[in-house]
Each structure stands twice: as structure tokens, then as C-alpha cells.
């Protein structure tokens, strides 16, 4: 694994404001000015906006508050680890399954290989937004899994209520949308053999002050900058909210099922009485969104009657009637 302690705490110190000298950085971490300047390039290739003023030296462009291992884990019953640079939060976790305890966090500053549903890239900024993984083994098997996106969006959203910052709706299957726009995406993935339990990685990427020229996403984005408006929240206090959040609704979950979720993701349904249309490769089905059933099928009124529809390859979309 590659070294990244120095860009680190270039970036430990940087976030506590103010200019920081080349010279001075150079002194600090035992390396040239030529070095810090190489490092800080590296730093500005995660996303981190970073400029500098000949005489003063290196600045942040916005202020940055950087996640805590001994606060997340002072807070926290269920074990959490935080690793600053990784490739993807779920993959981590997949590759240790069998080494885990049901309930295991895995959360990073910066995913240089995040992941969305389908397989598509999830840009993942240094320290702009929150990307967290939990392990879940679900003891009554893959097939009561059907549902369990939809079960974290609703823990998730809770959790922001829980902060105050409230607003923040659920779109079919595992997106949370602000004012129509995207904030966060949810990834479920699984293994396991009929008759056995489940392991279940579930993945959260959240947009919490992301630069409005980030590049590489297509669709329009909102941020919780945005949903706080002009109320200040903690980054760490956010994660460790979102995870307790998340583990009490996984064990609802264990016991109830998706029975004792419906009418909490109808009340967050983004589209819930407005038309949409769901694509089904070269398919298409119009009509008016009418929240979900006890199976987590999303519903909708047609010309034919109140129809569920189910399944990993079907995507929802706003429509006009």
C-alpha cells in the first residue's frame, strides 16, 4: 500500500487554516520545498482545491474538517475503521467477510476506484463528502434481502431528521434526492449460498460540500451544504449518527421486514403521486408513482390499475402526462 502520511499531514494542517509555507512544511515533515510542492500536487489530484501566494505559501480554498478515528470510535459500539486513501470502502470490506463482525465500518476521505450501481464510477473527492460501508451478516438469507436499499435510505434520511437537516427525499431504489437532484447513492452488495446466511455489504456515498465544478459527474447533484442552508454540521458527529442510525434499522429490519418500513419510505418518496416512467431496458412503463408495497416493489397507477414492479434492472425516472 502506498505511503500517503506526508500529504496527510500537509493536509492535517492546512485544515486548520490559514497560509503554511513551503519552507515551514519542509522543516515540519523532513523533506525539501520542491518535495512539499510534489506532494502538493498529489493532494490537488484527490480534488482538494489548494492555492498558493508567492511569500505565504499553501492554502485551502474552503475549509475542510477531517474525519476522526479516536472520536468515530469513542462514539461508536460497533467496530470502525477509517482509512483515509482506499480504492472503494465495499470493496474493502468484501475481500474481509469472513474476518468481520456483523455490524463492521469501514470509512475513507478519498475512494480512488468508488463505485455506484451498475458498476459506475462514484467520484469521490478528498474530504468533501462522507463515504461509509457497513457489514451486515443477515442471518434468514439472501432472499430477505430484496429490500434492503430501501431500508437504509430510510435510516439514512432519519439521520439527517435526527440532525435537523431535514427535506431530504427517497428516489426508487437507492437514491436520496434534495429539491430533485441527487445527494447520495446507495450500493447492496452479497454473497452467500441458498439455505445460509447473507453477507451483505451496504455502501453509502453522500455529497456534503463538494466543489460545484467537480468534474466527471453527468447528472444534476445537490450537497447537504445546501439542505443545512445556513446551519454548521460535524462531519464526524454526521458519520457517527448515520452509522448508529443504520444499525438499528438493519435489526428492525432482521425482525420485521419490510412490513415496518413502507410508511416511513412513502412519507420520504420523492415522487410519490407525480407521473414517472420505468425503464426496463428498451421498455418503458408510464404513470403515477404510489409509493411501494411490503415486498419493496415500487407501485404505479396505469391505465390498468395500481401495477408493482420489482427487480435490479429497472430504472426510475421524473415523467410528463
Not at 482538494?48 to 511569500?55: L, R, Y
Not at 480504492?87 to 465500518?105: F, H, K
Not at 434499522?249 to 407521473?275: C, H, K, T
Request: hydrophobic letters at 45%.
Amino acid at each position: 500500500m502506498k505511503d500517503h502520511s506526508i500529504k496527510l499531514g500537509i493536509l492535517h494542517l492546512l485544515a486548520q487554516g490559514g497560509f503554511h509555507s513551503g519552507e515551514q512544511l519542509g522543516e515540519q515533515f523532513g523533506v525539501s520545498r520542491a518535495a512539499i510542492s510534489k506532494h502538493v500536487k498529489g493532494i490537488q489530484q484527490w480534488g482538494v482545491d489548494i492555492f498558493s501566494v508567492q511569500g505565504k505559501g499553501y492554502q485551502l480554498a474552503r475549509p475542510m474538517q477531517l474525519l476522526n478515528q479516536a472520536l468515530l470510535s469513542k462514539q461508536l459500539t460497533t467496530p470502525v475503521q477509517l482509512i483515509p486513501i482506499i480504492d472503494s470502502t465495499n470493496q474493502y470490506l468484501l475481500e474481509r467477510i469472513d474476518s468481520l463482525e456483523s455490524g463492521a465500518v469501514c470509512i475513507a476521505e478519498y475512494q480512488a476506484k468508488g463505485r455506484g450501481r451498475r458498476g459506475r464510477e462514484w467520484v469521490s473527492p478528498f474530504g468533501a463528502n462522507l463515504y461509509l460501508s457497513m457489514f451486515w451478516r443477515l442471518d434468514a438469507g439472501m432472499a430477505a434481502a430484496m429490500g434492503l436499499s430501501l431500508v437504509v435510505g430510510v435510516a439514512i434520511v432519519e439521520a439527517l431528521e435526527a440532525l435537523g437537516l431535514n427535506g431530504v427525499k427517497l428516489k426508487w431504489p437507492n437514491d436520496l434526492y434534495y429539491q430533485d437532484r441527487k445527494l447520495a447513492g446507495i450500493l447492496v452488495e452479497m454473497s452467500g449460498q441458498a439455505g445460509a446466511a447473507a453477507n451483505i455489504v451496504i455502501g453509502m456515498g453522500m455529497n456534503l460540500a463538494m466543489a460545484e465544478d467537480t468534474q466527471g459527474i453527468t447528472q444534476p447533484w445537490a450537497s447537504l451544504t445546501e439542505v443545512a442552508q445556513l446551519q454548521p454540521f460535524d462531519r464526524n458527529q454526521l458519520a457517527v449518527t448515520m452509522i448508529q442510525t443504520l444499525h438499528r434499522a438493519l435489526s428492525d429490519y432482521e425482525v420485521y421486514g419490510m412490513q415496518g418500513f413502507v410508511e416511513r419510505w412513502n412519507r420520504l418518496d420523492n415522487y410519490i403521486g407525480r407521473p414517472i416512467k420505468l425503464i426496463m431496458g428498451p421498455r418503458e412503463i408510464s404513470g403515477i408513482a404510489k409509493g411501494i408495497n411490503e415486498q419493496g416493489a415500487v407501485l404505479l397507477e396505469t391505465e390498468r390499475g395500481i401495477e408493482s414492479f420489482i427487480g435490479g434492472e429497472i430504472s426510475l425516472r421524473a415523467a410528463r402526462l
